[in-house]
């Protein structure tokens, strides 16, 4: 069982920035592509951002690219989302996850390929 922890979570007005960091305890974890997605109250998860196991590499989704980045600090089993400009509609549930990359090199965007998850730590944004 992989226990991966998020934190930087929290409340911000719109414009506003937040931080996330996630830790994962993965023996292999510079093997793993690593993403981001959210869950808003009453939506389906939906793919935010993923990085590639050497940090070469990313792919957003449409809805945050400018605004959010993904990096990753493979000495430290940690990847991090910084969120600028954050609006309303960004509001949700934030969840990392461990993608073993079956099909490297692509990146993928669907939950189900990737193995591991955290808890999740809540976004507010306020209008």
């Known amino acids: 069982q992989v226990h991966m922890v998020e934190s930087g979570g929290g409340w911000v007005q719109a414009g506003g920035s937040l931080r996330l960091s996630c830790v994962a305890p993965?023996?292999?974890?510079?093997?793993?592509?690593m993403g981001w997605f959210r869950q808003a109250p009453g939506k389906e998860r939906e793919f935010v951002a993923t990085?590639?196991?050497?940090?070469?590499?990313?792919v957003y989704a449409d809805s945050v690219k400018g605004r959010f980045t993904v990096s990753r600090d493979n000495a430290k089993n940690t990847v991090y989302l910084q969120m600028d400009s954050l609006k309303p509609e960004d509001t949700a549930v934030y969840y990392c996850?461990?993608?073993?990359?079956?099909?490297?090199?692509?990146?993928?965007?669907?939950?189900?390929?990737?193995?591991?998850w955290g808890q999740g730590t809540q976004v507010t944004v306020s209008s």
């Open positions: 996850a461990a993608d073993p990359q079956r099909n490297y090199p692509l990146l993928s965007v669907v939950p189900g390929d990737y193995n591991y």
């Open positions: 993965l023996e292999t974890f510079t093997t793993y592509a």
């Open positions: 990085i590639s196991w050497s940090g070469d590499s990313t």
